[in-house]
C-alpha cells in the first residue's frame, strides 16, 4: 500500500506541531515495541479543547497521526474526543498499513492519557 497524498500532506506541513502555552492537560505515550512517543498538550476549557499541539518521535506514520489528531480536536468537546477511535485517525490521514496502525492507537491513548491528566 502506498500512502495517501493526505498522509503525504500531514508529514510535509504537520498541523499544530510544538508545545502548547498554558496547557492544562499533557501526556506522553510510548509504544514499548517500536519506541515511537506522542506527546498531546491540550487547553481545555468549559468542557471543550480550544488548542490542541503535539510532538511525534519515531515513524512517519506516528507523525501523520499527531498532526491528524490534533487538527481534529481543536473546538470539539471533551465527551466527543473521548468517543475518538483509532479508526477515525487511520481515516484522516488517508489509510495505513495494517502494520502502521499501531501509530493511530498511540495517538488516542496520549489522548485519552491527556484529558485523564487534564487539571480544570
Not at 496547557?23 to 510510548?30: D, L, R
Not at 468517543?83 to 502494520?99: H, N
Amino acid at each position: 500500500m502506498s500512502y495517501s497524498e493526505a498522509f503525504k500532506d500531514h508529514i510535509a506541513n504537520p498541523r499544530n506541531a510544538g508545545e502548547l502555552v498554558n496547557a492544562n492537560a499533557v501526556a506522553e505515550q510510548t509504544n514499548p515495541v517500536c519506541g515511537d512517543r506522542v506527546r498531546l498538550s491540550l487547553r481545555i476549557r468549559d468542557g471543550r479543547i480550544e488548542a490542541a499541539r503535539f510532538l511525534a518521535y519515531g515513524c512517519p506514520p506516528t507523525l501523520a497521526c499527531g498532526s491528524a489528531l490534533a487538527e481534529m480536536l481543536e473546538g470539539m468537546t471533551i465527551a466527543d474526543a473521548l468517543k475518538l477511535e483509532r479508526k477515525e485517525i487511520v481515516t484522516a490521514v488517508g489509510g495505513l498499513p495494517s502494520r502502521k496502525q499501531h501509530a493511530a492507537a498511540l495517538a488516542i491513548e496520549t489522548l485519552r492519557a491527556a484529558i485523564q491528566n487534564s487539571v480544570n
